[in-house]
């Protein structure tokens, strides 16, 4: 049975060709107006559970269902209900139309008038940073990295449609990039009321949801609000990035057993994350252990946790017998 709150949902869905179990027993959802991840390495059944979202694919077992639809039964509903962005911009966008000229193009296909479609995509390309219709008339082709997965996002949104499933949107993109993009999404969802899906590999989108489904060799390990797993780690996920000059593996055994010190995350060159014990937050205590230890920190800076610093350490076993990490990127 549907739930009209939800606008995805998979209930109890398991995917099996020949003898292969590519999805079992899979189940998560997102409610109206939220971001949903799903996250997971190579192998882990992203793109089934894309493929059968999008019916593709029709599950062995289970139900899914899209803005209320049941997308086995109702197929025919998906072009009005939803939006599809390809991991490849360059596949759905033509290199010497224009953004506008492009999302005429695509508009056409669902029958939009010429004026629906240019007021359509002149909101949808401003949120997406398009100042000027100067930059709007810019041939594809000459766009940058960003500018190009902005189009293709776009043209998924050209129909109007309840829901906007992106596959691997910051795929190709430098860090700064990705996180421009994922900020794009964030107000898009917010200014448009359209629930997205993103599918990908990489666990900093995480931070950009309201909602994420980890998967490993088919099944789902994670599910939930990132912001609630945060609260897990101790002072509401507050931390300290602390910088050495120089930092070896010994140095660091020597601060996991400084007291106020819970937890320490390596997060690049001589650099670690420190965790302090709940009601142990002290910056001047913490220095002076430090130094104490013959190790003098050049920079220290208050920061907040990510998910990829909770589900590290939730693998390294900080919350219990340690697990084994899978193949998912998290930079």
Known sequence: MKNDDRDIELKNVSVKM????????????ANHGEILAIIGGSGAGKTTCLRVLTAQIKPTEGEVYLAGYNVLKEKEKLEEILGYVPQLEEVSAYPEFSALKNAYFFGKM???PKEQIKSRATQVLQILGFETEETMKKPFRELSGGEKKRVSICIGLIN??????????????DAHLRIEVLNYLRNL??????????VSHDLETADFCDRIVILDRGKVVVFGQPKEFLKNLPNDGRSVRVKFKYLTVENQKKIKKIKPIKYILSIGRNTLKIFPREGKYNLGQLIEELYRLDLEPQELTEIEATFADYF????????GKKKDIFDIDFE
């Open 110 to 112: 669902y029958d939009l």
């Open 160 to 173: 109007n449609p309840k829901v906007l499933l992106l596959d691997e949107p910051t795929t190709g993109l």
């Open 189 to 198: 969802n917010k200014r448009l009321g359209v629930t997205i899906c993103i």
């Open 18 to 29: 020949r003898k292969a179990t590519i999805l079992e027993d899979i189940n998560f959802y």
């Open 312 to 319: 590290r350490l939730v693998y390294q076993g900080a919350f």
